[in-house]
């Protein structure tokens, strides 16, 4: 069995942004966006470089579940889902309970009205697995193993897909992608990426060193870095001292799911100068960790610079307050 399931076809484009590069302070040659986010499976995103390596596992170890955590908007929790439908395995998604909500199983969760990611892990078919006060990743990794165990107990056989499918084997999918943004953008100098659960700046460390990869808190866990560096040392078999990495923490705002105007502000210049839609999660901050780093001349002019565009768009459509601020932005033709 080889040592990746093939998901997607490689590589993934880079495209000019000369417009966003002048918006932002920097030369129209300067800006690059590696499309991570159109690698086609399941509305496409990085999450699918992390599963080619975690399903070919999880096929090798005779599996027939693939379980994972997140929440109800998570990109990669939609992509597991794609790519146990890809692969004939069947889903399991582990993801806290909305607040408020007294029952959230069986016929009382079907009937509530669904979108973004939520919506796309219905038509996958993936079951969700709802879990009371899980208030972080730890609380619903160990939900996840519950769930595993329970599956075991029915004669299921589950791989248990990580957080993020962050590991140091899914990470062998941004070691990857490291190599294509350098044949495609050899004198490359920074390349901008949101850092999550550690995984895709971990193998872009890998490929690129520490110098060279600058990423941007989302707020998805209280010390990406150091998951980041003990991931990236694991695929170079060299200590990554945490320190070392680039790491932006100016752009969580109030909290991980929580829009932040400067991150707003971003996917709208995004979006008008390039016509490239972003997430309010993931790419949007990381762009908007760009465009402060121009401001404050961490990225300068005449340094290429790629932003690694990772996905997430159906996100925007199931971020209640996302949708509200932006019809604030709609004009009228007089």
């Known amino acids: 069995m080889p040592e990746k399931c ?8 880079m495209e000019p942004a000369p417009r966003l590069a002048e918006a932002i ?4 040659g300067d800006l690059w966006i590696k499309r991570d986010d159109l690698t086609g499976l399941g509305g496409g995103g990085n999450k699918v470089r992390k599963l080619e390596w975690l399903v070919a596992d999880a096929l090798r170890h005779g599996a027939d579940t693939l379980v994972t955590s997140g929440g109800p908007q998570s990109n ?4 597991t889902a794609a790519a146990a ?7 399991v998604l582990v993801m806290p309970a909305p607040a408020g909500s007294p029952s959230v199983s069986g016929k009382s969760a079907a009937a509530k009205p669904v979108a973004g990611n939520l919506l796309l892990d219905a038509l996958l078919g993936a079951r969700i697995a709802w879990v009371e006060e899980a ?12 769930t595993c165990a329970a599956l075991r107990e029915r004669g299921a056989r589950p791989y248990l897909v990580p957080f993020g499918g962050s590991s140091a084997l899914g990470a062998r999918g941004y070691l990857e992608a490291g190599a294509e943004i350098l044949a495609q953008q050899p004198d490359v100098r920074h390349v901008v990426t949101a850092l999550g659960s550690g995984a895709t700046m971990a193998g872009l460390v890998a490929a690129l060193g ?13 010390d990406p870095g150091r998951t980041a560096a003990a991931m990236a040392g694991d695929l170079t078999g060299r200590a990554q001292p945490a320190e070392a990495l680039r790491i932006r923490a100016d752009q969580v705002g109030e909290a991980y799911a929580v829009l932040y105007q400067p991150v707003l502000d971003a996917i ?27 401001r404050d001349g961490d990225i300068r002019p005449g340094e290429r610079t790629v932003l690694v565009h990772t996905g ?23």
């Open 6 to 13: 093939a998901l997607a076809v490689w590589p993934t484009p």
């Open 25 to 28: 302070g920097l030369r129209a």
């Open 76 to 79: 990669h929790a939609r992509l």
């Open 85 to 91: 439908a890809r692969v004939g395995l069947d889903a």
């Open 135 to 146: 208030s972080g990743p730890a609380e619903l990794t160990d939900a996840a193993r519950r």
């Open 210 to 222: 520490p110098g060279r990869v600058l990423g941007v808190d989302v707020g998805a866990l209280p």
């Open 268 to 294: 709208t210049a995004v979006a008008a100068a390039e016509g490239v839609l972003l997430d309010p999660v993931y790419t949007g901050r990381a762009a908007a960790g760009l465009i402060a780093a121009v």
């Open 312 to 334: 997430g768009l159906p996100g925007l459509f199931g971020h209640a307050d996302a949708s509200v601020r932006a019809g604030r932005l709609l004009r009228t033709q007089d």
